[in-house]
């Protein structure tokens, strides 16, 4: 059995009513990997019945729309039975002292299981953006991590189904840099961030965004299968948006909106198996 891809939460900044913020799960046979935890996706889990499945979790960057709801998720995993163990919790190395930061915000000194929320409920890792050695995050399924460009530690995402071979690859937030290209190359599935249908070079290369032709651009470049369009910051400019990155992705990509609720199987497209980098 190999790993699907579920969309929970693909809104910027914060949900709108029509999705929750960012949040991904890899589903597999032997749990799941949520990545990111932004605002609402704790709720989404819940209403589908998936908290209990989440057996490890990845954290792109420290930005509360991708990470705000880690503190709901500690929360429900350590109250009122915590869990037989921590979860693993991945983020950038850079960004380790979010979690007491965050912790010193939320944490409840009356109730033992909540004295430091995050780092009771979680075995916290770094991830080392400057190796690019992948890793087996659970059972079968591989990741490996490159340094975006954002406004704080960013990392774009690589992961390997051991059985299928197939790759999903996630942006996270960036700016077209060399780390994205090479977490995309030759992905079956990009989910990658198209916060801008225009924007100011600042907003772009300074802060660390993309528009819609940025991610087509990069789906392009890389020879993704699909490219999953999300992180829109106005939903109304979604289909101008994803028409950008469809035009410049080209017609061997196929292009379309992230989607809550949908769900893409990890499996290896036989014309990309000649693109799997070395």
């Known amino acids: ?19 929750a913020a960012s949040g991904y799960l890899l589903a597999g046979p032997d749990g799941s990997v949520l990545v990111d935890c932004g605002p609402g996706i704790v709720l989404e889990l819940a209403r589908q019945r998936l908290l209990d499945d989440v057996v490890a979790v990845v954290v792109t960057h420290r930005h509360a729309d991708h990470a705000l709801d880690l503190g709901a998720l500690a929360y429900r995993l350590q109250f009122p039975s915590p869990r037989s163990a921590p979860v693993p919790l991945y983020l950038p190395a850079e960004s380790l002292d979010f979690v007491a930061q965050f912790d010193s915000l939320i944490g409840i ?57 197939g790759i999903v690859a996630f942006s996270s937030d960036t700016s077209e840099c060399s780390g994205v290209r090479a977490a995309a190359a030759g992905a079956d599935l990009f989910v990658c961030e198209a916060t801008y249908l225009t924007a100011t070079v600042a907003e772009l290369e300074g802060h660390g965004h993309l528009t819609g032709e940025g991610a087509g651009r990069l789906a392009a470049e890389a020879g993704v299968g699909t490219l999953l369009v999300s992180h829109i910051a106005d939903q109304a400019l979604a289909p101008r948006i994803l028409a950008d990155a469809a035009q410049t992705a080209g017609g061997d990509v196929t292009a379309v909106l992230a989607r809550p609720g949908d769900r893409y199987p990890l499996t290896r497209r036989v014309a990309a198996l000649t693109l799997r980098p070395h």
Do not use: C, K, W, Y
Not at 8 to 19: C, D, E, F, L, N
């Open 1 to 19: 059995m190999s790993f699907t891809l579920h969309i929970v939460g693909v809104s910027a900044t914060a949900p709108v009513p029509s999705s």
């Open 109 to 165: 000194a009356t109730v033992p299981t909540l004295q430091a929320p995050l780092a009771q409920a979680f075995d916290v890792r770094g991830l080392n953006l400057d190796s690019t050695e992948p890793f087996e995050v659970i059972p079968g399924l591989q990741l490996t991590a490159f340094a975006a460009h954002h406004a704080v530690p960013s990392a774009s995402l690589r992961f390997e189904d051991i059985v299928t071979g």
